[in-house]
């Protein structure tokens, strides 16, 4: 550290040295993602009620070349992390992975307990020796031999038993023996092999994901499964031709262009939803019942827009926003009034949320939500639009309202924020919300390692824990979990909110903590207000504060009402909707 260096840069400098401590550690101490979580909270903030946040504006953290690096070691190192666990059976965390080593200069593997079990042999032993089919060894044998140049990163392939027809998934990464040394390091491949048992709990739920009929489920089964499209055509007794066309259409409503990134969509969700491949739903497949962004429309520049379509196909135009957690979903009762109340819903997601692509620039993530939204309302209707803001959405929402212009018959906000002032809204927020808020603004290659961070290391323990883990300062939305109709929506919006990685939060992030009360005072159009009394993020009196202040709109309190309001309060929520769309 320079001995020039002011006092209270050095103790930001030692508050950011402990961040990274702890960040440096997480990928080999999950469990202690609360340390880290109360560094960055020090690091932020002067104390939990001193929310002072001058020395962090005053540094450029943006572009700080060092710290990039050291965010870019560590993100290494939850990769090389990940490929470690799955090598050594006392650090593995989930039953189905089996992990094998290869080294191509003694062509000897070694593997887990788990290997011993998967290939009924046992390890270290030969790379000839194991039970597998001559097209997986072969496949296997090439990657191991790239591994030991550069450039080799990670592959995802199938590979097969020889004795059996299911296939499993293998995800192949560089293995760095550590018993060599720095001049003459010994590489090879590390295998992780997901032998996942596809109970109708899991299929069911890529099947309500996917948006599949019951036979495009059966095909996909059978894909997941290792059989050859003429082999699913023999057993069922169909032609070739129809077969492809059913795997094609599961491509399509997947988002995916093979049927290995099929494999790797579709076992990540298994994985999440049923870890233990134990769970059974009685009477076979049981789809999650909800709406859900289940369209692509293909842009102009190629770029891929998933999205949603409900209700009365001629009715009255609603553009729905999406909040980050819960995403662009609706309960089945919902749906049902949207087509008899006469209204069309459309719903997209966000670049680089769920199916939609990322922006070509991430530059350009703002205009790209915009864009986008105008694109499909263009597309698929014409007419006005109701224009829907719900939660972290509002500020895109107000950008597209204005965007709109006349077109824009008026707004109803949420559970909506406002434009957030430090000084003041900060302290109604808790620990993680506080520290997303101010990081995706100053700090946002640091607060996206994090969110990386806290993705792998809570998703471990699986999707309910996660959410326990993001509503922890919400005590009415966690009592709400056992609710299955809502704790469903809940775990497809995380699924949508993280299956393309941290990036996108941190944009949509930073476009909330933007000043954007011009788009919000520039409005012309009615705009109504929803908001709970217990709102986690934006607590309800300073929103009637703003209100009041600046647009003097009507603001409709939802007593009780927190995140999962749109949920719980269904019907209030829906009643404001309506009324809007037809005035």
């Not at 969110?451 to 996660?466: D, M, S």
């Amino acid at each position: 550290m320079n001995l020039k260096t002011s006092s209270a840069e050095a103790n930001q400098s030692e508050r950011l040295l402990y961040l990274l401590d702890k960040a440096y550690e997480a990928p080999f101490q999950p469990d202690n993602f609360h340390e880290l979580m109360k560094a960055a909270h020090n690091f932020y903030f002067k104390s939990w009620d001193d929310l002072s946040v001058a020395d962090i504006k005053n540094k450029n953290f943006a572009n700080d070349t060092i710290l990039a690096s050291h965010l870019n070691r560590i993100e290494h190192l939850m990769r090389e992390r990940e490929l470690e666990n799955r090598s050594h059976a006392s650090n593995l965390n989930k039953p189905t992975l089996i992990a094998l080593l290869i080294n191509p200069d003694t062509w000897i593997c070694e593997g887990n307990h788990l290997a011993d079990e998967f290939f009924g042999q046992r390890f270290p032993c030969s790379f000839k020796e194991l039970k597998l089919e001559k097209s997986s060894l072969n496949q296997l044998k090439k990657m191991a031999e790239r591994a030991t140049m550069s450039g080799f990163n990670t592959e995802i392939c199938r590979v097969k038993r020889n004795e059996i027809s299911v296939s499993s998934l293998a995800k192949c990464g560089v293995w760095i023996n550590p018993e060599g040394n720095a001049v003459n390091q010994v590489r090879g491949l590390a295998v992780s092999i997901a032998h996942f048992n596809w109970t109708p709990n899991a299929l069911g739920f890529c099947q309500s994901m996917f948006q599949l009929a019951d036979s495009e489920t059966s095909v996909l089964a059978a894909l997941l499964n290792g059989k050859t499209q003429a082999e699913i055509a023999n057993e069922r007794g169909r032609s070739v031709e129809t077969i492809k066309a059913q795997a094609k259409s599961i491509l399509r409503k997947s988002g995916c262009t093979k049927v290995s990134d099929l494999m790797v969509l579709a076992t990540t969700y298994g994985l999440l939803v049923d870890p233990g491949g134990e769970t059974q739903f009685q009477g076979g497949y049981k789809p999650l019942d909800f709406a859900k962004p289940d369209r692509i429309f293909t842009n102009r520049d190629g770029r891929k827009i998933s999205y949603g379509i409900h209700g009365d196909n001629n009715g009255r135009t609603v553009l729905f926003v999406h909040g980050l957690v819960h995403g662009p979903f609706f309960p089945p009762d919902m749906i049902a009034a949207f087509k008899e109340d006469g209204l069309k819903v459309i719903a997209p997601s966000r670049p680089s949320f769920g199916l939609t692509d990322p922006p070509i620039n991430w530059k350009d993530f703002d205009e790209t939500v915009i864009k986008d939204a105008l694109t499909l309302l263009a597309a698929k209707t014409e007419g006005p639009v109701t224009v829907v803001a719900h939660q972290g959405g509002v500020s895109h929402a107000c950008r597209i309202a204005n965007a709109l212009g006349r077109r824009a018959k008026n707004m109803v906000m949420i559970g909506a924020g406002i434009p957030i002032d430090e000084k003041r809204h900060l302290e109604g927020m808790g620990l993680q919300t506080r520290i997303a808020a101010i990081g995706v603004k100053y700090t946002p290659r640091l607060i996206e390692t994090m969110i990386r961070i806290g993705i792998a290391n809570e998703l471990r323990k699986g999707i309910k824990p996660y959410l326990h883990h993001l509503l922890s300062n919400s005590p009415t939305d966690l009592d709400l979990l056992d609710d299955p109709k809502i704790y469903s929506i809940c775990e497809a919006g995380i699924l949508h909110m993280i299956e393309q990685g941290p990036k996108a939060i941190v944009h949509d992030g930073a476009a909330a903590m933007a000043d954007w009360s011009g788009d919000l005072l520039n409005l012309s159009c009615p705009v109504k207000w929803v908001h709970g009394s217990k709102d986690p993020i934006m607590r309800l009196d300073f929103v009637l504060e703003y209100v009041a202040q600046y647009r003097g709109d009507p603001v409709l309190t939802v007593e009780n009402g927190a995140g999962t309001m749109h949920l719980t309060h269904a019907t209030i929520c829906y009643k404001a909707i309506l009324d809007a769309a037809r005035s």
